[in-house]
């Protein structure tokens, strides 16, 4: 393998497959794609390559994408903002990568999410399961990203890409499903809405390591993943695994009735509603991850076991 380009490296997973393929190759044999320049003078201190910028310019893609051999599409907008501004990243954008990278004869990974199912409806979400619209930007972008990635690459006649959709990433350096909720249970303040609806957690470097095969196998070209764990966690559990490691007490119960009648009210005073998290803390559905350990050997660890791994000193034997 020569070169490889990985959006997104300035982010939480795209440092990740970063570091990962650094240790594999050098990191003279990475290019790391990032909009912001402090993290550019950050990469370039470890010795990646670095192209900073937008990749919306005109003939960014092509630019970045030149001499490549394997692209990883880790770039995502994320967060809150207008649905145009979500579809110009996570559509528009994965559009005009794709087209770069059938150009340079690059094998191409996108990382998408789950979220990219949309509702989960009490569904069995299996990777051929199609897009129900749960009036979320993110969850639409990111389909609509897949699904114009795998247009161009159709067109082209081509399968020279995969797409893999995590669950939550969580693990040590994860900024928000790891250290944001181990700082809510240090507080003892974690909620869960009724008996908790299903949790689809995944670990940093499993996913990493999925992606990494991905790319490597042809067994993976053209194919989609589910990379999620599937004890059939809720968030009961995961709201008290992190009780249980922050060593204070345990999450409470919140009444299901009291956030619809808070969300309504919201409503009516033209403020944003609860809608969302009602329906992420409710879902009941299944998402196996079957298919990815069938063709790509891949194995996720279990969720305790992870956990553990994210506090200092606490590390474990993951089959444990």
């Known amino acids: 393998m020569g070169l490889v380009v990985i959006t997104g490296a300035g982010g939480y997973l795209g440092g990740l497959l970063a570091e990962a393929y650094a240790r594999q190759l050098g990191a003279a044999r990475v290019r790391c794609v990032v909009r912001q320049y402090s993290h550019a003078d950050r990469l370039s201190a470890l010795g990646f390559q670095v192209v900073s ?7 960014a893609c092509e630019s970045a994408m030149a001499d490549a051999d394997v692209v990883i599409h ?8 207008l649905p145009a501004e979500f579809f110009e990243v996570n559509r528009w954008m994965t559009g005009w990568l794709s087209e770069a990278a059938l150009k340079a004869r690059a094998r ?9 199912y949309g509702s989960f409806a009490g569904r069995t979400l299996t990777e051929d399961q199609p897009h129900i619209d749960n009036d979320y930007p993110y969850s639409s972008s990111k389909y609509a990203g897949e699904q114009e990635l795998s247009r161009i690459y159709r067109q082209a006649g081509s399968k020279n890409f995969s797409i893999v959709r995590p669950g939550m990433i969580y693990g040590p350096t994860s900024p928000y499903w790891t250290r944001r909720y181990l700082q809510k249970a240090a507080q003892g303040s974690i909620g869960v809405l009724g008996d908790g609806g299903r949790i689809f957690p995944v670990f940093d470097a499993d996913v990493v390591h999925a992606v990494m095969t991905a790319a490597a196998a042809d067994q993976a ?6 990379l999620v764990n599937d004890e059939r966690l809720t968030w009961w559990d995961w709201a008290h695994a992190h009780h249980m490691l922050a060593d204070r007490g345990a999450p409470h119960r919140e009444s299901v009735a009291a956030l619809r009648i808070r969300s309504a009210l919201r409503h009516k005073l033209g403020r944003p509603t609860l809608a969302r998290r ?8 299944e998402i196996p991850h079957g298919k990815a350990a069938e063709e790509l050997g891949w194995r996720p660890r279990r969720f305790r076991a992870g956990l553990v791994d994210c506090v200092p000193g606490r590390q474990q034997d993951e089959t444990s």
């Open 108 to 116: 191409l990974v996108y990382v998408s999410t789950i979220e990219a």
């Open 221 to 226: 070209r053209g194919q989609t993943y589910n």
């Open 74 to 81: 880790a770039a995502a907008r994320l967060g809150s903002g």
């Open 278 to 285: 009602l329906e992420v803390e409710l879902r009941r559905a």
């Open 53 to 59: 910028g937008d990749l919306m310019e005109a003939g």
